[in-house]
């Protein structure tokens, strides 16, 4: 069965310091999506991408994040300067044209000292 | 966005049938309502989405009534594995079949199914 999978698993960084989190969607899937979800609390929507560019985000995903498709397999979410309430676990989802489930990946712990 | 209230918590036991109630009194006439479920440190896992009356698939059964304020998510004789949080979602599902892709999911608290031996 087709997953979207997530690189690393878990990373730790330090305060001011840029990550790159890596996700490899669904082969045919043409939506792809990042959330979060710091320890404890609900999981946060931060951004959806069709067609190269952003569709829609969240009041979370401001200018010190982005997002990227630099070629045809991989998604990419940067955080330029991180701070320490960035430590959360952030899921890539992608989804196919015309279906209505997302599917998410097992996700990146994010630990920012 | 409708919002949407189920219980914080539920328990029961292998081999029963759990339902979980979730409320949407200002679901909308465009809205779904989709269910997901997440397993600790693991991403939410889609179980099910219906618009009306009875949807069923091979986990999981979806009642909604006529007025559709509420739906009812019905798991079958669960079993240990069954033990996560289950999320009722409610939104748009146009952007789904249209395309645009501003369909970001919003998750609320959930409900932890608890379920013992």
């Known amino acids: 069965e087709p997953e979207v999978t997530q690189t690393p698993s878990h990373q730790v960084t330090q305060m001011g310091q840029e990550v790159i989190l890596r996700c490899v969607p669904i082969?045919?899937?043409?939506?792809f999506y990042w959330y979060r979800q710091i320890l404890g609390q609900k999981v946060e929507f931060l951004v959806s991408f069709y067609n190269n560019e952003i569709s829609e985000k969240s009041e979370i995903f401001d200018d010190q994040f982005s997002v990227e498709r630099p070629d045809g397999s991989n998604f990419t979410l940067k955080i330029r300067s991180t701070k320490l309430e960035d430590s959360a676990m952030y899921f890539c989802?992608?989804?196919?044209?015309?279906?209505?489930?997302?599917?998410f990946g097992p996700g990146t712990r994010l630990t920012v000292l | 966005l409708a919002k949407t209230t189920q219980p914080i918590s539920m328990d029961s036991y292998e081999g029963q049938e759990v339902n979980i109630t979730c409320s949407h009194n200002n679901i909308a006439t465009n809205d779904y309502i989709t269910w997901y479920q997440q397993f600790p440190s693991q991403g939410p896992r889609f179980i099910i989405q219906?618009?009306?009356t009875k949807v069923t698939n091979e986990v999981a059964s979806l009642f909604i009534p006529a007025d559709r304020k509420s739906s009812t998510l019905s798991l079958p004789r669960v079993s240990l594995s069954d033990t996560a949080v289950y999320y009722c979602l409610v939104g748009d599902a146009r952007p789904m079949y249209s395309g645009g892709g501003a369909d970001g999911l919003t998750f609320g608290k959930g409900t932890h199914l608890i379920i013992q031996p």
């Open positions: 219906g618009y009306k």
């Open positions: 082969s045919n899937h043409l939506y």
């Open positions: 989802a992608s989804r196919g044209n015309g279906y209505n489930e997302q599917f």
